[in-house]
């Protein structure tokens, strides 16, 4: 367990190289995977080689007794100063941390968290597509590569460089390799130009010729109008993509062509190319808006009312635009509804002899507090 916590620290700490010095010698077999494995330690043997995976380059070594003496005297020292170092409290995860542990993530506010808490915030932030901001609730100030670098690993580091190589390229500017297996991000000013007569472009990583046009492989022995007009049909990749996103509802960004899934909350939507527009009506938002121009409602759980205003969810969305402000106003209002309609007293069930009307409430989102009228 110390060794699994040291490796731990170690790799938060933004350490990938490590040498452990062992005494013992069964766990040394079991660091450099020989010998028969005990059942009951075989998770925590696991659970160490998938710590060792994450660093760039491990050894183990199997020393006397006496060698490792200084390693107990720094921990013992380790220990002592422990006591005079002053804790924080991580407004992130509100666990106690030690100040050299906690740092400010942006050279403009004064804002400090925990090292794990950076970490798995910006890869959450990264995966999405978008720029990570400080943690702290409200605070807009952009975290930075160089203030983070030190608890990522290199893979986000290079996924947050290519971030910040798409946003430094206009949406308009963006072309991709069109060959499957590269799909190199560029901007129209740095492709050069194989001919002064041609729209050919060499793709800057796997040199792939393509028309900067059509955006398809190079077809030089076509101009782009006879090429589109051999090809006037959509690929069938797109078709499958189109036909999906029209069964899941998903919405198509007018800016940069990204796909986008509404699964809960509101349907003002902000695109990870900062595109601003209503998922229900597709107009765009602008910054000072408050709601939708066209007049949508502000809410959205993905299965929205297709401007079908009898359904039960519309009315939901209604009250709770109005009564937004006042949660308990809201949720008393909604419970009267139901309580009239008799929803609560359907006597259908399903196989499983639940009540269908009730688990289509639940799963909406409703509530399971009553209250004497």
Not at 186 to 196: A, D, I, Q
Not at 344 to 371: C, I, K, R
């Amino acid at each position: 367990m110390a060794l699994i916590r040291g490796l731990r620290e170690s790799f938060d700490l933004g350490i990938r190289q490590v040498v452990v010095y062992c005494d013992d010698q069964l766990l040394y077999q079991y660091i450099v995977g020989r010998g028969k494995i005990k059942k009951k330690v075989v998770h925590l043997v696991d659970e160490f080689q998938l710590l060792l995976e994450e660093m760039t380059y491990t050894d183990a070594d199997l020393i006397a007794l006496n060698d490792v003496n200084f390693a107990f005297k720094l921990a013992r020292e380790a220990i002592v100063s422990r006591d005079d170092v002053k804790a924080e409290i991580c407004s992130i995860c509100f666990e106690e941390t030690e100040g050299e542990r906690m740092f400010f993530t942006t050279e403009k506010c004064v804002h400090r968290h925990c090292f794990p808490c950076v970490k798995q915030y910006v890869e959450v932030k990264l995966l999405s597509g978008t720029v990570p901001t400080c943690l702290d609730d409200g605070c807009k100030f952009k975290l930075t590569l160089e203030s983070c670098s030190k608890v990522l690993t290199l893979e986000l580091i290079e996924m947050w460089k290519q971030k910040m190589k798409e946003d430094s390229i206009p949406a308009a500017e963006r072309i991709y390799c069109p060959y499957p297996n590269c799909s190199m991000l560029m901007s129209k000013t740095e492709l050069s130009s194989e001919s002064n007569l041609s729209n050919d472009r060499s793709c800057v990583k796997c040199c792939g010729l393509f028309c900067i046009d059509c955006k398809v492989p190079s077809h030089s022995d076509l101009s782009c109008s006879e090429y589109k007009k051999l090809h006037h049909d959509p690929l069938v990749d797109e078709l499958k993509l189109k036909s999906l996103a029209k069964d899941k509802k998903w919405r198509q960004c007018k800016m940069c062509r990204h796909m986008i899934e509404l699964s809960h909350a509101c349907n003002h939507m902000t695109c990870r190319c900062g595109y601003q527009f209503c998922y229900q009506c597709e107009v765009e938002w602008k910054n000072d808006q408050k709601t939708c121009s066209s007049g949508c409602l502000l809410t959205g759980h993905g299965y929205y009312d297709d401007y079908d205003y009898n359904e039960p969810e519309y009315d939901f969305e209604v009250d709770t635009c109005n009564y937004y402000s006042d949660e308990e106003a809201m949720t008393r209002r909604e419970m009267i509804r139901m309580w009239n309609t008799e929803q609560f007293f359907s006597e259908e069930e399903n196989a499983d002899g639940n009540d269908d009307n009730w688990d289509d409430y639940n799963n909406y989102g409703g509530l399971t507090v009553f209250w004497r009228l």
